[in-house]
């Protein structure tokens, strides 16, 4: 028999969704995300990996004004685009987990993990994470619900979130972070095949250029400026959300309720 506390998680869900179906307005064009795509496929690919939490304002602005590009200046056609939304949480012995910013973002970590799962093309994945990291700099991220409707997805990843799938997705993503070598300092981390930009994150055009040893080369990687050599002293620091940076973080275990954000 279902406890109060699932009933109370199931009747907290199904009220989310109905309020942003019959509330959330219509896209203008402006706000359609259809226009994300995939052109080509190049076998000498760069991977280029961002591991990165939901909530970090740092996050956000690196997903909505700097990843966004490689979609309107054609170099995902020579990149490998991996989504890891674990950054900066912390496994604790009883399998929760405890979040920089709150329960809210180990919330909208795991769905994002379902939503890349679900859906592995990165040019219909993105446009959820696009759009909730959209909502997150503007303060909104309590309407995250409607993303599914904005990016033209399904609602399964809520399936995925609720059954507890979403946990054990968040548990790959939580070693593979781990893992990092050097060990992660905060987030955005980027890394471009095996080299960890650092602060220098922005600056990740220029390294992607580098790296790729295809013959397809890009028009923006033709026009823009390699300042990838240049001292410690010249490059502009990017900033971070830095490991334990929050020392009042909450925990959560993911797949057990959805929260008001």
């Known amino acids: ?3 109060s506390h699932q009933v109370l998680s199931l009747i907290l869900l199904i009220s989310t969704l109905l309020i942003f179906h019959f509330t959330s307005p219509s896209l203008s064009s402006s706000e359609d995300f259809s226009w994300v795509s995939v052109s080509s496929v190049d076998p000498n690919r760069v991977t280029l990996s961002v591991y990165y939490e939901t909530l970090c304002p740092y996050c956000s602005n690196f997903i909505v ?6 979609f309107e200046n054609g170099l995902i056609s020579i990149v490998n685009l991996r989504m890891i939304p674990w950054g900066n ?3 604790r012995p009883d399998k929760t987990f405890q979040c920089e910013h709150g329960p809210a973002e180990c919330v909208l970590n795991t769905v994002q993990a379902c939503v890349i799962t679900i859906y592995p ?7 959820f994470i696009y759009c909730v990291e959209y909502l997150t700099l503007e ?5 995250w619900a409607s993303c599914f409707d904005r990016s033209q997805l399904g ?8 059954s507890g799938y979403g946990n054990q997705l ?3 993503y939580a070693e593979e972070t781990s893992l990092l070598n050097p060990p992660h300092t905060g987030v955005p981390w980027i890394v471009v095949n095996d080299q960890p930009l650092k602060e220098d994150y922005n600056n990740f055009v220029a390294y992607v250029c580098r790296a790729y040893r295809g013959s397809n080369v890009p028009e923006v990687c033709r026009s823009f400026q390699l300042n990838i050599d240049s001292t410690a002293e010249e490059k502009p620091i990017s900033p971070l959300c830095y490991v334990d940076e929050d020392k009042n973080s909450t925990s959560s ?6 929260l008001s954000l």
Do not use: W
């Open 170 to 172: 968040e548990l790959k």
């Open 253 to 258: 275990s993911p797949g057990k309720k959805i």
């Open 155 to 162: 609602k399964v990843p809520i399936d995925c979130y609720t």
């Open 1 to 3: 028999m279902a406890s």
């Open 139 to 143: 303060g909104k991220q309590i309407e």
């Open 121 to 127: 093309r990165v040019d219909m994945h993105f446009r």
């Open 65 to 70: 004004h700097n990843l966004l590009k490689i």
């Open 89 to 91: 949480a912390v496994l």
